[in-house]
């Protein structure tokens, strides 16, 4: 592989909760995931120099969404709001980029509303630290080519984020690669930057 993701799926502080996890843990454990996937990538890199390897800080969308109610009764509730989720990914994005990540992937997307969170996020951690890592951007579509949560079809889920530079955006779990390959060859037509799959 050319790129290993560290280990930091649910760890920011929204994913931990799930598990009761505390808040003070966020940072331990992205920067530990990412000396961990640092290590590997650097013996790799170390023993073919002319191929070297990258570590993707990876962050996974969390069990609450912002796009649709998870209360049958009470479907205007919402279990996060969009700020909560921007200061939860900050917080993760922030100890990523400090312990030397190469690049963020945002993945498994089925709320496109916590993408653009994580984005922003991102985007704030950018500015504070004075210099930016790629972002490669991956959503996960039902087979009818639409986002698990937010319903966006390719086209519309592109749109929503088009607005950042990212490195690449595409598409990864869910589907086998034959139900996949039409929605990324739609997507490899409406994106204005590269596409990746997996």
């Not at 086209?155 to 984020?161: D, G, I, L, R």
């Not at 595409?170 to 037509?189: V, W």
Request: hydrophobic share 45%; glycine share 6%.
């Amino acid at each position: 592989a050319d790129i290993i993701e560290t280990n930091t799926f649910g760890a920011s502080f929204i994913g931990m909760e799930e598990f009761q996890l505390p808040r003070e843990m966020v940072r331990e454990m992205n920067i530990a995931a990412v000396r961990c996937a640092r290590q590997a990538a650097d013996e790799f890199t170390e023993r073919t120099p002319d191929k070297p390897r990258f570590v993707a800080g990876s962050i996974g969308p969390t069990a609450k969404q912002m796009a649709i109610s998870t209360r049958v009764d009470d479907p205007a509730w919402r279990g996060t709001d969009f700020d909560q989720m921007v200061d939860s990914y900050l917080e993760q994005i922030e100890a990523l980029v400090d312990a030397g990540v190469d690049l963020l992937l945002p993945e498994t997307v089925i709320d496109t509303l916590n993408l653009k969170a994580c984005l922003f996020a991102a985007e704030k951690c950018f500015a504070k630290r004075g210099f930016r890592v790629p972002v490669i951007a991956s959503g996960t579509f039902s087979d009818a080519g639409v986002t698990f949560v937010s319903a966006q079809n390719v086209e519309a889920f592109w749109n929503s984020v088009s607005h950042v530079p990212l490195l690449a955006v595409g598409m990864n779990c869910a589907l086998g690669p034959q139900t996949m390959r039409p929605h990324i060859e739609e997507l490899s037509k409406v994106a204005g930057t590269r596409i990746s799959c997996y």
